[in-house]
């Protein structure tokens, strides 16, 4: 038997940081959107009761430290589940950009293993399930458009942003979230205008869109590697609406409403930057 995911890319159009817990997490306010650049996940039944991993990437392990791999492991503990699966991931999705890669894996391989082995597990269910292995994995289960609250487990779906195209540059550098988040200074943020972000995709507003986009984590991964800046610089001069970095970067994003323009820029930027893409937000 096999089986098929997509597990998209995801931006955040929103991150803030509210306050620190005491178990040591970040309780955060973030909007994020799916867009459509994708990893595939295929998977195949095995005989013998085991997990086994292939993907061909010099930056991911293809072992038990694979997001995919901890996400069927978790689901064949919590369901008593004496099957076995090999997982292929084919990763179009760069790694270590704040894009979501992994969690998109293991929320892809849950919704898959759920449907190869017809488990029917309600989505929330399978949600929590992946709360425990990623902070981004909930989301990524919804997918969709979605306020994203405490420590990501909060999921409130939100309306499609308009439609429009978005231009990602990332310099050849990853960057951990871990690190960011350590060099936060909780009491010096500017925090972003959730609300009003939120008003625009109510009104389908892509000017106030825009204007409303806003990333905590922004000057903290810019003060460590002054290239995410001149790249944020590169793709506001080369006329996108609204430039924002994604997660803990150092993915820089820019949102443009025509596909011509999009262009346009995805060319300029190919001279500045290591990788570029131009997609659909999927929404
Ligand atoms: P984070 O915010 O968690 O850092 P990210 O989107 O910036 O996420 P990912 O592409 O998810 O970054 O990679 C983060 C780390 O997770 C890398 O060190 C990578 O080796 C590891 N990892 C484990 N499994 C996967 C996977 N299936 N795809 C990508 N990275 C994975």
């Not at 005491?22 to 909007?31: A, F, I, L, S, T």
């Not at 459509?36 to 009761?49: G, Q, V, W």
Request: net charge neutral; charged share 25%.
């Amino acid at each position: 038997m096999v089986c098929f995911e997509k597990a998209p890319a995801k931006i955040n159009l929103s991150l803030d940081v509210l306050d620190k817990r005491p178990d040591g997490y970040h309780n955060v306010e973030m909007v994020m959107t799916t867009i459509d650049l994708a990893d595939r996940i295929e998977l195949y039944a095995l005989e013998e009761d085991q997990i086994k991993v292939s993907l061909w990437s010099r930056y991911v392990p293809n072992d038990e430290r694979n997001l995919a791999y901890k996400a069927a492991d978790a689901l064949k503990k919590a369901y008593r589940i004496t099957k076995g699966v090999h997982i292929r991931i084919e990763k179009s999705i760069p790694v270590s950009a704040g894009l979501g890669g992994g969690s998109t894996d293991a929320a892809a391989v849950l919704r898959g293993l759920n449907r190869m082995w017809s488990l029917e597990i309600p989505e929330d269910e399978l949600a929590s399930l992946g709360a425990t292995i990623g902070s981004d994995i909930p989301f990524c289960i919804y997918g969709k458009t979605a306020m994203v609250t405490g420590r990501g487990e909060r999921i409130e779906p939100l309306p499609t942003p308009p439609p429009c195209w978005v231009v990602l540059a990332k310099p050849n550098i990853g960057v951990s979230s871990r690190t960011i988040f350590q060099q936060l200074e909780l009491d010096q943020l500017t925090h972003p205008n959730t609300a009003r972000l939120m008003e625009s995709l109510h009104a389908h507003d892509f000017t106030k869109l825009c204007q409303s986009i806003g990333n905590v984590l922004e000057h903290v991964t810019l003060a460590l590697h002054p290239e995410v800046g001149r790249i944020k610089d590169k793709m506001r001069d080369a006329g996108a609406n609204g430039v924002l970095m994604s997660g803990s970067g150092p993915t820089i994003y820019g949102l443009v409403e025509h596909e011509s323009k999009a262009q346009r820029i995805y060319n300029g930027m190919r001279g500045f930057c290591h990788e570029v893409y131009a997609v659909r937000i999927l929404g």
